[in-house]
């Protein structure tokens, strides 16, 4: 398949570890995935689905004890432990790598050994990085091959270069207490034993294209970033793209498939989804911020996915999908979870395996953390740009949590440092969802939190440097918070599709055609600015002045939350970070 010798020997090496049986080269052809998926139904390893309503999709059930990520057991192993940083955990890597051979040793006896040639990004981009995985799970192999860019091509593309990433995983016995899920950030490498659900495995995902690359990009003057990409079409035909970060439970996946309001979609609005989880982001020949998505699909969270809450998302899922640990309907081989609609099967297995009656049962059928990996080109709105090899242009970034009160519905940084700031402290409150108490605030810097490969105070560095560089051509930063809620309780911004509206307002400022107040923490919209043409019966003049206004006695408790969070930075922290801190505190006094 190859003759790189940096791969081949690397490849002996890990045969002599875990000793596999037989060894199959991934190359990417339809015939040899469909004669994998046979195998995988033929050992109960994968569930066959009903071909007429969900034709090519599948069903796959994990261990119960590895239904999720597992940050307590991921580990960035730099050299130094001051390069991991205070928000990671850290492992000497000489004695994590002796650790985790011993554990691998010999644990593909008796089972197959898969190579997985990958590209992350478009292949022949110019911004795509290739990696390499050694598995023994068809369920990893599937879903890579949906996941990311898979195939021969790939090994043309890599040539004789030793620029790749090298990345073992070994089932093993899926010990939760032998599990480890380690990046070697300085090696390249990427180590997952005792795991075999998604994020833990599919190691192309988040372990290469958020830890590995956010590390690449600082050295090499790139950004790998937690976020989605969107195109918004106006009625004269122009596209402009923003990227957005927000925590799990924001929204993302939402706001990256929009579906527009009608009286948008009346006037020509069109929204084109480029990308719903991760951007690489470069700096192009015009010296503006280009993105390309490096995924080829969408891992995205089953529960609460329906036909109201995006339906874009669920049209993705209608072929060639794979379903981790929903629960089946046993009477048409179809699918089901939470949220999906009200007819839960009666007849149904639950997904753990159980039977299970959907309208009886208090137990829930599909886990809350339950998967589909579905093609990105299944999605009715994906972007014609997707495959470009150069990604497209942005002119916004945008940052949001989940935040009760305090934050405003949106406002626009001063500039790229202060942005930078506001990205840094991004935070959101715990719902009921989460263990612990609610409405604590809980911050997750650029939604990077679990996902950086170096020390947070370095990937703060780094994005006040790359706005050096990109100067008066760098996207503005804005920060929204679509679940402010009354004293009842109650939402106070529809959300969803009317997301649009803000999203219209940022780009006529990106434009300069728009006005904004300026307050202590940025700049805020005039209510009427804000298009509210169809949304007067939900959302009252009174109401978006409300979710509009700036609390300067919360804004001085937040300040001191802002001040204690940054201490764990120590000297690491950017003095353009400790100054933003200082300036706000003093607007606010």
Not at 122 to 132: D, Q, T
Not at 242 to 267: D, H, Q, W
Not at 382 to 402: L, N, T, Y
Request: charged fraction near 25%; include cysteine; hydrophobic fraction near 35%.
């Amino acid at each position: 398949m190859t003759t790189n010798k940096s791969v081949l020997s690397w490849i002996d090496d890990m045969k002599a570890l875990v000793k596999p049986d037989q060894v199959i080269w991934i190359d990417g052809s339809e015939e040899q995935l469909e004669s994998i998926r046979k195998e995988a139904v033929q050992t109960g390893e994968m569930i066959k689905l009903n071909e007429e309503k969900l034709p090519g999709c599948f069903l796959h059930r994990t261990a119960e004890n590895d239904v999720a990520r597992v940050e307590g057991r991921t580990f960035i192993c730099s050299r130094k432990e001051e390069d991991a940083g205070p928000t990671n955990h850290w492992m000497d890597p000489q004695k994590c790598y002796k650790m985790l051979y011993d554990i691998a040793r010999g644990s593909y006896q008796g089972r197959t050994m898969y190579i997985i040639p990958y590209s992350m990004g478009p292949l022949g981009s110019p911004f795509a990085k290739i990696g390499v995985e050694v598995t023994d799970s068809i369920y990893v192999v599937l879903n890579m091959s949906i996941m990311a860019r898979v195939g021969k091509k790939v090994w043309e593309i890599l040539g004789d270069s030793n620029d790749w990433v090298r990345g073992l995983h070994c089932k093993c016995d899926v010990d939760p207490e032998k599990r480890y899920i380690c990046q070697f950030p300085e090696d390249n490498t990427i180590i997952s034993v005792n795991s075999a659900y998604g994020g833990n495995v599919l190691l192309g995902k988040k372990c290469f294209a958020l830890r590995i690359a956010s590390y690449q990009g600082k050295n090499e003057g790139w950004m790998a970033e937690h976020m989605l990409i969107l195109g918004i079409q106006n009625p004269k035909g122009e596209i402009k793209y923003v990227t957005a970060a927000f925590p799990s439970g924001c929204g993302k996946t939402n706001l990256a498939m929009l579906i527009p309001p009608e009286g948008y979609r009346r006037k020509g609005y069109k929204i084109f989804t480029v990308g719903d989880d991760i951007a690489w982001m470069h700096i192009g020949a015009d010296g503006r911020l280009w993105a390309i998505n490096p995924e080829n699909g969408f891992f995205g969270i089953a529960p609460g996915t329906n036909e109201k809450s995006n339906p874009n998302a669920l049209a993705s899922t209608r072929k060639g999908t794979i379903f981790t640990n929903v629960a089946l309907n046993k009477d048409d081989m179809t699918v089901w979870w939470e949220g999906l609609d009200k007819n839960p099967p009666e007849n149904g297995v639950d997904w753990k395996g159980n039977p299970w009656n959907g309208k009886t049962s208090k137990e829930k059928g599909a886990h809350p953390n339950s998967r589909f990996t579905a093609p990105a080109k299944n999605c009715p709105c994906v972007s014609p740009e997707f495959d470009k090899p150069q990604g497209v242009p942005i002119s916004a970034i945008i940052f949001g949590g989940r935040r009760a009160q305090t934050t405003p519905l949106v406002y626009q940084s001063r500039d790229w440092n202060n942005g930078v700031f506001v990205g840094s402290v991004m935070a959101s409150e715990t719902t009921a969802a989460a263990i612990g108490a609610v409405g604590v605030v809980r911050r997750d810097p650029m939604a990077m939190l679990p996902f950086c490969g170096y020390n947070m105070g370095d990937y703060f560095a780094h994005w006040i440097e790359m706005g050096k560089k990109l100067g008066d051509k760098a996207p503005k930063i804005f920060n929204v918070n679509w679940f402010r809620i009354d004293k009842d309780g109650n939402y106070q911004w529809p959300g969803f599709g009317d997301n649009l509206r803000v999203v219209e307002w940022i780009l006529k400022r990106c434009e300069g055609k728009t006005d904004a107040v300026e307050t202590p923490i940025g700049y805020v919209p005039k209510p009427e600015d804000i298009n509210m043409e169809g949304l007067e019966d939900q959302v009252s003049k009174d109401t978006l002045q409300q979710i509009l206004t700036i609390d300067n006695g919360q804004w001085k408790k937040e300040a001191e939350g802002i001040e204690e969070f940054y201490k764990k930075f120590g000297n690491k922290l950017p003095k353009e970070l400790s100054n933003e801190l200082s300036g706000l505190k003093a607007r606010l006094q």
